[in-house]
C-alpha cells in the first residue's frame, strides 16, 4: 500500500496517510492534529544500512560517548573492538559471542 507523508500547513506536523491513487482521496486528508486539509506531500524518512565492519572502521575510539549512545544495543563492545584491532590484538570468538549475547540481551538473562 503507498504511503505517503504530508507536511500541515497550519500547524507544520508531518504525517503518514495511505494514498489509493485517487485526486479525490488527497483532497480528503486531514491533519491529525489540527484537522486542517491544506497538506502538502513532503519527502519521506529512510534508513542507511551500515555493516558491521563499515560501523567498527568510522568508530572514534577517542571521542566521549553520552547516555543515549549506550542505549543503542548494536554499540555494546564497539569501544573494546576499536581500540583491540588499533592495538594489533584478537580478542577471539569467544569475546564475539559475548559481545553478541549483551547486545540481545541474553547475557544479562544468563546472569540472573
Known amino acids: 500500500m503507498p504511503i505517503f507523508e504530508y507536511e500541515c500547513a497550519r500547524c507544520r506536523l508531518i504525517s503518514s496517510h495511505v494514498v489509493m491513487g485517487s485526486a ?11 484537522g486542517s486539509n491544506r497538506l502538502k506531500r513532503v519527502m519521506s524518512s529512510f534508513a542507511v544500512v551500515e555493516s558491521e565492519a563499515s560501523r567498527l572502521a568510522n568508530f572514534d ?10 542505549k ?19 580478542l577471539g570468538p569467544k569475546f564475539e ?13 544468563e546472569m540472573i
Open 24 to 34: 479525490r482521496r488527497r483532497e480528503r486528508l486531514e491533519c491529525p492534529d489540527c
Open 61 to 70: 575510539s577517542s571521542k566521549p560517548r553520552d547516555d543515549s549512545y549506550y
Open 72 to 90: 543503542d544495543s548494536r554499540n555494546v563492545g564497539m569501544w573494546a573492538k576499536k581500540r583491540a584491532k588499533e592495538m594489533g590484538v584478537d
Open 97 to 109: 559471542s559475548t559481545v553478541e549475547k549483551a547486545r540481545s540481551g541474553k547475557l544479562i538473562k
